[in-house]
């Protein structure tokens, strides 16, 4: 593990940012919109990923920048051949991958052996969530025909994103060995009536930005199409299910509506709720968000044949 900040800090540290400018207003959305397109962030991994080995395909059919993250531990990743994760970052469908996700995308790869799939999708105001999740499904049926184990995870809108992939998946007949999911946005109708209850002890993620952000990224579809909100999907015959969230997230409400429905239908969901703790927790450099880290690898290791 790395060094940890105490947790009463990080609150601090994203007013100092202005992590919540997109989200508080919607004026503070369409701004944050604007600014990222006229400036994009660079996508590419850190110059160092301790323990990985980093592989950027020369082309892919997506036409995306995809890249692939390998142990350096030769042991684990010959116990882990034929087995692959697909890690979709998070950032509200309008920020790029950050040094954040490459660390919990490296520390996968590092811990489980397992080469991880990161593609970089188009953002708004380019992308869409149908565009997004459908070249996603083709990405990840190209893994399946490959290898013995896939697994998809994602945070955030990543997580969106993840769930709709799997559920596109599901109804062609492809049942992924494992989603995890962390903090991730489900229902971009933002009405559950607990978000209001959760919402002033959210210092980070704020409604009137996020139906903006919403908005512009289900395109042509409804809001309500799984494709863009995946808690109106059916959730039977999906695989395994980790959610992790922390108690202060406008988003926890929906994941327990998540919890609710994929149990009632038969899944096997593991339930992580982290007390007092913000969006994405496990990507934070807390001592809450070690241990968070830790259930998302423990979530995604290789399961030895047979069993």
């Not at 110059?47 to 995809?66: M, N």
């Not at 593609?119 to 490959?146: D, F, H, K, Q, W």
């Not at 969106?160 to 062609?172: T, W």
């Not at 108690?247 to 994941?255: E, I, S």
Request: glycine residues 10%.
């Amino acid at each position: 593990m790395g060094l940890t900040v105490a947790e009463s800090v990080i609150p601090l540290i994203l007013k100092a940012r202005g992590a919540n400018k997109p989200f508080v207003t919607e004026a503070g959305a369409r701004k944050h919109l604007k600014k990222r397109y006229l400036r994009p962030i660079p996508f590419g991994p850190p110059a160092r990923l301790r323990g990985v080995r980093v592989e950027r395909r020369l082309s892919d059919p997506s036409g995306w920048p995809v890249y692939d993250v390998y142990s350096g531990n030769k042991t684990l990743s010959r116990r882990a051949t034929g087995c692959v994760v697909v890690y979709l970052h998070g950032g509200g469908w309008v920020n790029e991958i950050a040094s954040q996700h490459w660390q919990i995308i490296a520390r996968i790869a590092r811990e489980t052996g397992q080469r991880v799939v990161v593609p970089i999708y188009p953002l708004l105001p380019l992308g869409n969530a149908r565009e997004v999740c459908e070249t996603t499904v083709n990405l990840v049926r190209a893994e399946v025909e490959a290898a013995s184990q896939v697994r998809i995870a994602g945070d955030s809108s990543g997580g969106q994103i993840a769930l709709s992939v799997a559920l596109k998946l599901r109804d062609a007949g492809i049942r992924l060995q494992g989603i995890t999911l962390l903090a991730p946005a489900l229902d971009l109708t933002w009405t559950n009536p607990g978000i209001d209850i959760v919402q002033p002890s959210d210092p980070w993620l704020g409604v009137p930005g996020g139906r903006v952000l919403s908005e512009a990224w289900r395109g042509s579809d409804d809001v309500t199409d799984p494709v863009v909100s995946p808690l109106f999907g059916d959730m039977a015959g999906l695989g395994p299910l980790t959610i992790l969230v922390g108690t202060r997230d406008v988003l926890n409400p929906d994941a327990h509506q998540l919890r609710r429905k994929a149990e009632a239908a038969g899944v096997s969901v593991t339930w992580h709720e982290a007390p007092d703790q913000l969006h994405v927790f496990a990507l934070l450099p807390t001592k809450a968000g070690e241990l968070g880290a830790q259930q998302i690898v423990a979530s995604l290791k290789p399961v030895a044949s047979g069993k």
